[in-house]
């Protein structure tokens, strides 16, 4: 057989002359070998290779896989790598709609004809010494979507399938001397309708590719298994394993280990199937909470008892189980707390380094995510190692999505016959092969709990029969897909009900009625941009209601891609920034981490308290511990106890807790209440007693605060300040500051402190913030409008006008002159709010903003205050919640404290620059210049910001890169900012309680003096 370009277009032809699917384990020659991580089997073929590019097929050379075709002079390329990524095509990203939509009329399964890119490689190579003679295969660690394989011009074998691997043997085709090895690479295939993930479209050899030998005799494929008794406390290991070569002769040693003890050493005659079963008492359970492995060996020797393979493979002892309609590990009800992952980096596309994917873990593992479910298709094996490894618990997930195919019957402009893969008999064998490629290789990994049967393509039998093998191949596992809420014809395909971004109620009110099954959220809590408010409903609801049990956030990372624009200014690229169309430009960018460097962004410090294992309810003289961990007890952390007053450190004291799994009690805390005025803060802390993996002693893991104050008595000023009225201008001066209101610009138009001018623009209300990418999915700019209008164009009114009423005024009071302006706000029906401030003889300006709310214009984004200062006060530092940024309905993570950064910092690096940098809880924010010089914001808990930018500005611009030079540091101070929504990306709203209250006259007052 040879290859044949109609391959590509049936969806019947999907694996020609590949070695059967077989689990992921390494192998080695000597104990050396092992020890090393290196291999003598083994020889890697990444680097540079050669390469043609071609638009299409009928533009790609032919004939080039011939021996006497030269191709030492074709371009060089990088394998591994997208094409896309190495100077060939572009990157695309699109969501649902399949990317050549709008290019072709394609009926669904048809190929694209005029773009389909075709990627010719060529890799010349020669046989390693050690690898002459012995039976040589080839391993493709992934491929982007289709290979047509050839070693010196002879056809070897064709595969699909993006994220498997895919191994093709060698041994009958290689010579001696130089070997010429040659793959075609074809970007859409019939298959690419199963491959419409949410995602960026690539192709080419995107994983290494392995030159591999086998010894004499091979495992050539494990099967682990551990069952654990009634009591999880004793359990079997049951060891199978799949022998090629001759097995008449010989032992296979089985070696279990824990560190240094050997718990199990045993040896077998060989067959061309072992199966042996071990019992062991007292094991040691593997949970993300304490992933216990063990290290097992298999050693294959010959007759002669020569090792001629030495395999490792970690194990764990753990029971997942469906019971009594919950999901159960080793006995207890487990809620997954996870994340779900594109194996993603702006570098390199899908082609992740092991250090990215390292981090990657670390970086959950820090803040509380105790899940991943691999979006949507499986991953390299490193990930799945390093689940075991850390302890994550894994829904692994089979390369499948056709949303852009089932979305159309939702519609009406499509047949529910036509859907892919649905009932259509043609595709049924290729989706089977995907999932057994995908549980063949992956099937030994004990973080896996949960197979997925792929994402979003709709439901049918083909998906169901998709499940069925899943069920009959591995009973130790359950089965998940969400696809058949939109089509529940085979509503078994699931083993578990399935759902993505339903509201809380929407959740309470599905598992009011159908009680057969628990209830998780594959995706939730859209995290794009500046997003994940109200998470806490999802999570709180973990602990109301037994049958849900958890979700995974959408998602971990940005889709984002390292560019230059063009004044060579690196930035993160999104959907669209390469020209490609059709694309859904910034829905790339749903990360709780970076793209780029990777690291939390403000929203993780939300996730991170949400998912933390230990609540702790702390009052004024004690602290309730409710342990919500499954196996770890309280007293394997230290509880740090913390006393603080007005962000000042006064005491720290160890408590010494024992609170079981899943129980809660009740400790005095270790000093007693402070008694003086003044603002105290309590915060109990949950420590890492000992270094891990994943973070150092003294890492936090949670924590709960508990604020007091103590009144005390004001005193009471005298010092009033001197009045200076003028025609135009009205001035008050005190000692070492003046202020100058005008009556012709209608506002504060200087305020002088030691001798320096600190307003660069007259205070004005502002009800407006630059909407964040959830705002847009709601619609919230336009129902809103107005009130962006009347924070840009409030006019003043002057003395001039017939409304007495509202013409300024200047009040002398005991110990302050207060002066008040009107401003009407351009809205329909008109709506007026004043603008008034109190300067006292310290140099301090009290200003409150005043407004009778009007019905019909309804609620406002922010109510507040904005102003401009130089950019020079460019240092911050704020007494009230923190670290990162905080919003009504996202501050359950943030602590009450005192914070410093400089201004730019609070900028985050949104894909799309959006409202950021949000402060809410403020007492107080100093601005200042680097030698603590400018302005002291103060009030009772502020919503404050210190940006370089206005919100119009930020709204303004598309890319970071695009806002202006920085000349000012803005600064807002409100009452109170709408939340920022996050349920969804697509009409989900700001939850009413986080909304402001318009029920009744709005009044918000803050101060301002110098320093």
Known sequence: MNFN????????????????????????????????????????????????????????????????????????????????????????????????????????????????????????????????????????EGMESAMALWLNGTFVGYCEDTFSVHDFELTDYLKDGENKLAAQVFKFTAGSWCEDQDFYRFSGLHGSVKLYTIPRIHAADLKINTRLDD????????VEADLMGDTSDGTMEILLKDGENIIIQNSVSLAEKVSQTFSLEQVKLWSAEEPNLYELELRIYDGDKKLLEVIPQKVGFRRFEMKDHLMLLNGKRIVFKGANRHNFSSLSGRCVSDEEIRKDIIVMKQHNINAVRTSHYPNPKILYDLCDEYGLYMISETNLESH???????????????????????????????????????????SILIWSCGNESFGGYNIYQMSEFFRKTDPTRLVHYEGLFHDRRYNDTSDMESQMYPSVESIKAFLAEHRDKPFICCEYTHAMGNSCGAMHKYTDLTDEEPLYQGGFVWDYIDQSINKKNRYGEEFQAYGGDFGERPTDYNFSGNGIVYGGDREPSPKMQEVKFNYQNITAVVDKNSVRIINKNLFVNTSDFRCVVLLEKEGVFLQKAELLTDVEPLSEKTYELPFKA?????????????????????????????????????????????????????????????????????????????????????????????????????????????????????????????????????????????????????????????AVCSLSYAVYGDGEVKTTLSYDPVKELGDMPEFGVMFKI???????????????????????????????????????????????????GVRYAKITDKRGRGLQ???????????????????????????????????????????????????????????????????????????
């Open 5 to 140: 370009y109609d391959m590509i277009k049936d969806p019947e032809i999907f694996s020609i002359n590949q070695v059967p699917a077989h689990s992921d384990h390494a192998f080695y020659g000597s104990d050396a070998e092992l020890k090393s991580g290196q291999s003598r089997f083994v020889h890697c073929l990444d680097g540079i290779w050669k390469f043609s590019y071609a638009v299409n097929y009928g533009a790609a050379v032919k004939g080039f896989e011939a021996p006497d075709f030269d191709c030492h002079y074709w371009s060089d390329i990088r394998v591994p790598g997208h094409i896309q990524m190495e100077g060939y095509d572009i990157p695309q990203y699109v969501n649902v709609e399949y990317p050549w939509d709008g290019h072709e009329k394609l009926e669904q399964g048809e190929v694209p004809a005029r773009f389909n890119p075709v990627a010719s490689y060529v890799k010349y190579f020669r046989l390693p010494e050690n690898m002459k003679g012995e039976r040589v295969f080839i391993s493709f």
């Open 231 to 238: 009591d999880f406390t004793n359990g079997d290991l049951i």
């Open 404 to 446: 852009g195919s089932w979305e159309q019957v939702e519609m009406g402009r499509e047949k529910i016959e036509n859907v892919i893969p649905g009932d259509r008999p043609e595709w049924l064998n290729i989706m089977l092969d995907r999932v057994n490629n995908h549980y063949q290789a992956k099937k030994n990994h004990t």
């Open 674 to 830: 402070e008694e003086e005025p003044g603002e105290y803060c309590i915060t109990v802390s949950f420590r890492l007693k000992h270094d891990t993996m994943w973070a150092r002693m003294g890492h936090e893991v949670a924590f709960g605060q508990y604020v007091y104050k103590n009144e005390a008595v004001c005193a009471k000023r005298t010092d009033r300040p001197d009045l200076q009225p003028g025609r135009d201008c009205i001035g008050v001066a005190g000692e070492g500051f003046s202020v100058i209101f005008s009556l012709l610009k209608g506002g504060l138009v200087s305020y002088k402190y030691a001798g320096k001018e600190m307003i660069e623009s007259i205070p004005k209300p502002n009800f407006w913030r630059a909407p964040v990418d959830n705002d847009f999915g709601n619609q919230m700019p336009a129902r809103y409008g107005q009130w962006k209008l009347a924070s840009q164009y409030a006019v003043y009114i002057t003395p001039m006008d017939p409304r007495k009423e509202y013409h300024p005024t200047v009040e002398e009071k005991e110990d302050c002159v207060v002066v008040t302006y009107y401003y009407d706000l351009p809205t329909a029906p008109a």
């Open 870 to 920: 130089s950019a020079d006060y460019d240092q911050l530092e704020w007494y009230g919640l923190g670290p990162a940024e905080t919003y009504v309905d996202r501050c359950k993570g943030a602590k009450l404290g005192v914070y410093r950064n400089e201004v730019k910092d609070n900028m985050a690096k949104y894909l799309v620059p959006q409202e950021c940098g949000n402060k809410i």
């Open 937 to 1011: 914001i103060s009030g009772d808990s502020l919503s404050f910001s210190a940006l370089p930018y206005t919100p119009f500005e930020l709204e303004n611009a598309a890319h970071p890169y695009e806002l202006p030079p920085v000349h000012y540091t803005v600064i807002r101070a409100a009452k109170q900012q709408m939340g920022i929504a996050g349920d969804d990306s697509w009409g989900a709203r700001t939850h009413e309680e986080y909304l402001l209250d318009i029920s009744e006259k709005m009044e918000f007052t803050f101060s301002f003096r110098g320093i």
